[in-house]
């Protein structure tokens, strides 16, 4: 006896009907090779996510606190590691075909896994409302409009992304990485041009600038260690292994680096006296400075674009997870979250910008950690199996604790590495004295 109520039943026709015309996004199973996508839009994807204007204004936070060549070190290696963390999570899924609440489920059980994929959707809808908040504020100072309307406007477009599912990203990226390369080296080169290179790489920061390589280290692994250790749901939809590490590279370090530049060398350059990269010291804070009608028009579309990319990637990662976990469809699950979303960002959230990142570089890498182990050095074979795996929450819990050390006795050091390295060792500790036997990596 079919228990389905008729206004189920008809919301359950309305879904299909909007996945036959916008795409099936394969909430549930693996994505089929006939449905994979080209390197092209994989790429289109990954690299529209982190060039961003954040990511630039986390560069200038960079560069205020430790100094521009530090911080250049901090940049370079912080996306080096986040490379190899985020190519070896995605290869994961690229080769499943599996989203990221699917492959936690190998790892954590089939119920653990909500744990894993329901604390990491959280914290991306998080991210959705900073990066929202972001938005409105930028709008807001810079002409004199409402804050709430012009982040409600911003979520609502936001949302609309996402609707559309794996391909809003890729249209989305298309528009806006072009228009942050051009708009964003133009801003650093023209700030440069007010001074030197040479003064550029010799700024010391601000006074008594104290931020150490460890803390620099966190802040650029933090900024997208959330997203990163969901890869799977995006380079799901690869074809192969090379399109995936290739559309992986396109992020970090090629797109994460750059915005990351952006920010700092245009700080450097221009030497504020206690400058605000949330405030006017920042690339659109400069384009609005001209004082050009026609350039802060461009401004203004420029931002909504470009931060409508990290928000619409954010969204359809913590969609993606809640609908697994609810059983639902990530299109409903992009509006409700969305919805969510936007009145947690009207109230000011995005001024916890850098205490969200103290927070990600706690409790997000530790999962991947013990992914990646488990997954290449374990158990690279194994399906679904168990409702729980004790072994992999006691493994989280040490990482979590040890980087709660880390942060508040040890600044010198890189709490997300502490945490990643602990997790992963205790996991491998305990997959030991439990007998599990290693096995070689599947091809």
């Not at 079919?2 to 549930?28: C, F, M, W």
């Not at 221009?270 to 384009?287: E, K, R, S, T």
Request: hydrophobic share 55%; with cysteine.
């Amino acid at each position: 006896m079919n228990s389905t109520s008729p206004k189920q039943a008809g919301i359950e026709a309305v879904e299909r009907q909007v996945d036959h015309i916008l795409g099936e996004e394969y909430e549930h199973e693996p994505v089929p090779m006939t449905a994979r996508r080209s390197l092209f839009s994989v790429t289109m994807v990954w690299i529209g996510f982190p060039m961003i204007i954040t990511g630039a204004m986390t560069g200038s936070l960079l560069v205020i606190g430790m100094g521009f060549s530090r911080a250049l070190w901090a940049m370079v290696i912080g996306n080096l590691i986040m490379f190899a963390y985020v190519a070896a999570l995605g290869l994961l899924g690229t080769r499943r075909g599996t989203n990221f609440a699917l492959l936690a489920s190998i790892v954590f059980g089939r119920k653990g896994y909500v744990f894993a994929s329901g604390l990491l959707s959280t914290l991306l809808l998080g991210w959705y409302a900073v990066q929202t908040g972001i938005t409105g504020a930028l709008v807001s100072n810079a002409y004199g409009l409402n804050y709430v309307l012009m982040t409600v406007v911003a979520g609502v477009l936001y949302v609309g992304i996402t609707f559309v599912g794996v391909r809003g990203l890729h249209w989305v990226g298309l528009v806006s990485v072009p228009l942050f390369v051009i708009l964003g080296v133009w801003v650093a080169l023209d700030a440069v041009a007010q001074t030197s290179w040479s003064a550029v790489f010799a700024y010391g920061g601000k006074a008594g600038a104290s931020m150490s390589m460890g803390v620099g280290l966190t802040v650029v692994i933090a900024l997208f260690i959330d997203a990163g250790t969901v890869s799977a749901d995006f380079n799901r939809w690869a074809k192969d292994s090379r399109s995936s590490l290739i559309a992986t590279f396109s992020a970090f370090p090629f797109a994460n680096l750059l915005a990351m530049l952006v920010g700092g060398v245009t700080t450097a350059a221009l030497a504020v006296p206690n400058a605000n990269p949330f405030g006017a010291d920042n690339m659109f804070g400069y384009m609005n400075g001209k004082q050009l009608a026609w350039l802060s028009l461009l401004a203004f579309i420029f931002l909504y674009i470009n931060l409508g990319s990290v928000c619409a990637h954010c969204l359809y990662n913590a969609a993606t997870g809640w609908s697994r976990i609810l059983n639902s469809h990530m299109r409903l699950a992009a509006v409700l979250l969305g919805a969510i979303g936007i009145a947690v960002a009207a109230g000011n959230v995005w001024a916890f910008f850098i205490e969200w990142l103290s927070l990600l570089g706690i409790l997000v890498p530790p999962i991947g950690a013990i992914i990646l182990v488990d997954q290449y050095v374990f158990r690279p074979r194994s399906e679904i199996a168990e409702d729980w795996r004790p072994t992999a929450f006691i493994a989280w819990a040490a990482g979590s604790a040890v980087a709660v050390l880390v942060e508040t006795s040890a600044p010198q050091w890189s709490t997300a590495i502490s945490a990643m390295l602990v997790a992963g060792l205790v996991y491998a500790a305990l997959c030991l004295l439990a007998g599990e036997r290693r096995t070689a990596p599947a091809n």
